[in-house]
T-cell receptor, first 112, second 116 residues
Framework: SQQGEEDPQALSIQEGENATMNCSYKTSINNLQWYRQNSGRGLVHLILIRSNEREKHSGRLRVTLDTSKKSSSLLITASRAADTASYFCATDWTGANSKLTFGKGITLSVRP | DTGVSQDPRHKITKRGQNVTFRCDPISEHNRLYWYRQTLGQGPEFLTYFQNEAQLEKSRLLSDRFSAERPKGSFSTLEIQRTEQGDSAMYLC??????????????FGAGSRLTVL
């Protein structure tokens, strides 16, 4: 079964707008990661946030983590057409040998 | 080092045939993972190696599936007597097993299997 649940399932925005994607999970985690996947391709690691962190930035990406609510959000600012992809959150459970459990993903479409 | 390599990228086979996928991890990574991803879903964990030892297998890994990592470097995933339900993308990932790098690994581009 899949640990994470992303929300919304699909998001369509105009280039230049910000995109916010949310993820909820069920059990205690070591860390939470966000990945991007272009159609039919492999996964590209975007950002990792550890369970003792609350916010992290990387370029146009901002990730927050609320362990009390078991949720995370990924914000992409000033979106570009090239950001069009599926986005997945993945959790690394406490004591789980670093195997990742993914959600079903969010499909982001950025209109030029 | 160009990252995690998977071969073949695409495989089309008839039901009942055997297929084998290969994964070459990043050379210094001692952990190697296989995941399966079906259309519209996120990847699901199949199995995991630390060096040559297979330490965990998912219930998704039926007895028709076997994975090996004989010398702790590359790994193979074999599916025997393929079924149409095996059609999926098979993803390999590798990482280092150190606290500072926990969870930070790399994924290959995947091997897409289509069973006719």
């Amino acid at each position: 079964s899949q640990q994470g649940e992303e929300d919304p399932q699909a998001l369509s925005i105009q280039e230049g707008e910000n995109a916010t994607m949310n993820c909820s999970y069920k059990t205690s985690i070591n860390n939470l990661q966000w990945y991007r996947q272009n159609s039919g391709r492999g996964l590209v690691h975007l950002i990792l946030i550890r369970s003792n962190e609350r916010e992290k930035h990387s370029g146009r990406l901002r990730v927050t983590l609320d362990t009390s609510k078991k949720s995370s959000s990924l914000l992409i600012t000033a979106s570009r057409a090239a950001d069009t992809a599926s986005y997945f959150c993945a959790t690394d459970w406490t004591g789980a040998n670093s195997k990742l459990t993914f959600g079903k993903g969010i499909t982001l479409s950025v209109r030029p | 080092d160009t990252g995690v390599s998977q071969d073949p990228r695409h495989k089309i086979t008839k039901r009942g045939q055997n297929v084998t996928f290969r994964c070459d991890p990043i050379s210094e990574h001692n952990r190697l993972y296989w995941y399966r991803q079906t259309l519209g879903q996120g990847p699901e964990f199949l199995t995991y190696f630390q060096n040559e030892a297979q330490l965990e297998k998912s219930r998704l890994l039926s007895d028709r599936f076997s994975a090996e990592r004989p010398k702790g470097s590359f790994s193979t995933l074999e599916i025997q007597r393929t079924e149409q339900g095996d059609s999926a993308m098979y993803l390999c990932a590798s990482s280092l097993s150190s606290p500072s790098s926990s969870g930070q690994g790399a994924f290959g581009a995947g091997s897409r299997l289509t069973v006719l």
